[in-house]
């Protein structure tokens, strides 16, 4: 299993351009989720879903739009970026079963908006 | 609102000692805690859990507390080495196992 890949490794957008940070994992895993790490600070949740076609808003979600037409795939898209959204994303996802707590992280992509 | 707070100060410690992270949490006792382990430029990766009617959690030289009177857990690592050297995130469950991070503890150990 690769687990959870994320596409690009880095990126760097001007300020007003639009860019879809992909991640798919290969764990048939229903949960999924975007965080966002500033530097120093934990992650911020933006958005999660539970299934394909169910998502919603996490602790941070201004800025962003997700969807999730397939269990496998769960794309954030940034509309408009701002300086303000400079940072490292990380997706993750987890398992249903109610003994499956522990989430799985991907790899992270790195975006500078200047 | 629940927040999380861990010792924003690096841990330097000599290999062999054992480390010792705290993470104290505000307002209500979470149902389970979580803590995670994060290397320079890669994603987090799950340590250990405990849940609020447990004590303490072990798993190999790690050692997890949950104490609901102090509001506190803490993480131990003993018989630590140069490897163990990273940044330590604790991290509650909401709804849906949504986490809600601290800014983690990056431990150093010299050799």
């Known amino acids: 299993n690769a687990g959870v890949t994320q596409t690009p490794k880095f990126r760097i957008l001007k300020i007003g351009q639009s860019m879809t940070l992909q991640c798919t994992q290969d764990?048939?895993?229903?949960?999924m989720y975007w965080y966002r790490q500033d530097p120093g600070m934990g992650l911020k949740l933006i958005y999660y879903?539970?299934?394909?076609?169910?998502?919603d808003k996490g602790e941070v979600p201004n800025g962003y739009n997700v969807s999730r037409s397939t269990t496998e795939d769960f794309p954030l898209r940034l509309e408009l970026a701002a300086p303000s959204q400079t940072s490292v994303y990380f997706c993750?996802?987890?398992?249903?079963?109610?003994?499956?707590?522990?989430?799985?992280f991907g790899p992270g992509t790195r975006l500078t908006v200047t | 609102s629940q927040k999380i707070e861990q010792n924003s100060e690096a841990l330097n410690i000599q290999e062999g000692k054992t480390a010792t992270l705290t993470c104290n949490y505000t307002?209500?006792?979470?149902?389970?805690l979580q803590w995670y382990r994060q290397d320079p430029g890669r994603g987090p990766v799950f340590l250990l859990l405990i849940r609020e009617n447990e004590k303490e959690k072990r798993k190999e030289r790690l050692k997890v507390t949950f104490d609901t009177t102090l509001k506190q857990s803490l993480f131990h690592i003993t018989a630590s080495q140069p490897a163990d050297s990273a940044t330590y995130l604790c991290?509650?469950?909401?709804?849906?196992?949504?986490?809600?991070f601290g800014a983690g503890t990056r431990l150093a150990v010299h050799p």
């Open positions: 993750a996802s987890k398992g249903t079963t109610q003994s499956s707590y522990e989430q799985y």
């Open positions: 879903s539970v299934g394909a076609g169910i998502t």
């Open positions: 307002n209500y006792s979470p149902a389970y």
């Open positions: 764990m048939n895993h229903n949960y």
């Open positions: 991290a509650y469950s909401g709804g849906y196992n949504k986490l809600i």
